[in-house]
């Protein structure tokens, strides 16, 4: 028997919403009766957690662009096998506060065009995509002094300043034309209960038109 969740990402430039959204959905889904797993990247399980400080810590120069790709891809594997699929395959409903999208645009477009390395060392070691990615669009200059108000010592991107915050939130719009049908935009700018309220409309919509939710173990099917 294979259960089939749900796969959510959240995207967007630092200081965008993503991790108090993603608490909010978690929460209201739960609230409805799913089963949720919060779990966010880089990180979201043990091996991938040490992955993370090793490349938001220290100098923002540490690591070379082609070098980021393979530690971003390396803790986004162990994360797949250890936390995602496990959690799909029970048919729980996954929350990824930032997935693949994110190594596509910032070590694919931050320091030249790498896109095509990321994509085919994507499609190599990972091969998995959500089933929808809720891209939260907002101003880089809020989106920035928001993110440095919170003065933690992970701010690896951060220290690039806002032509980079500028140059990401371009490329992740054009990332949610490339993906019509997996990216969901939602304007970041309002209240947070108001974001909070037109995320979850549209997620209900659309794990409505799926029919798979983690609630329901009629959602699995006999393999
Ligand atoms: P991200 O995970 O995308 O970097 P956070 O959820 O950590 O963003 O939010 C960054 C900061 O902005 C936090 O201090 C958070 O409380 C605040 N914040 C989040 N959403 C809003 C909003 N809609 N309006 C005002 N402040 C917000
Ligand atoms: P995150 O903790 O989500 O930062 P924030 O809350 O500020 O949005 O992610 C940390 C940083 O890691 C962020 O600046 C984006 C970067 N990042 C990459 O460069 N590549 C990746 O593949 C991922 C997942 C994150």
Redo the contacts with the bound molecule.
């Keep these: 028997m294979i259960c089939k969740g749900f796969f959510i990402s959240?995207e967007?430039?630092?200081?965008?919403?993503?991790?108090?959204?993603?608490k909010l959905l978690r929460d209201q889904l739960e609230a409805a009766g799913h089963d949720v797993v919060l779990t966010r990247e880089p990180g979201g399980s043990p091996g991938a957690e040490e992955i993370r400080a090793l490349v938001l810590q220290g100098d923002p120069d540490r690591w070379s662009a082609h070098t980021e790709i393979l530690l971003f891809t390396a803790a986004r594997r162990d994360h797949l096998e250890r936390t995602i699929q496990p959690a799909l395959a029970s048919g729980k409903i996954v929350i990824c506060?930032r997935f693949a999208d994110s190594t596509r645009m910032y070590q694919g477009l931050s320091r030249g065009d790498l896109r095509d390395c990321v994509d085919r060392l994507h499609k190599l070691m990972i091969g998995v995509e959500p089933d929808l990615t809720v891209l939260?669009d907002m101003d880089p200059t809020e989106?920035l002094s928001?993110?440095l108000?919170?003065n933690t010592v992970e701010e690896r991107f951060e220290d690039f300043g806002e032509d980079l915050q500028v140059a990401m939130r371009a490329g992740f719009l054009s990332l949610a034309q490339e993906f019509p049908d997996r990216f969901v935009v939602i304007d970041?700018?309002?209240?947070?209960d108001s974001?909070a309220a037109d995320i979850f409309s549209q997620i209900q919509a659309r794990i409505a038109q799926t029919g798979r939710t983690g609630a329901d173990p009629h959602a699995c099917s006999a393999q």
Excluded at 12 to 22: F, P
Excluded at 188 to 192: K, Q
């Design positions: 959240f967007g430039i630092d200081g965008s919403g993503k991790s108090t959204q993603t506060d939260i989106g928001r993110a108000a919170r970041g700018s309002g209240p947070i974001v």
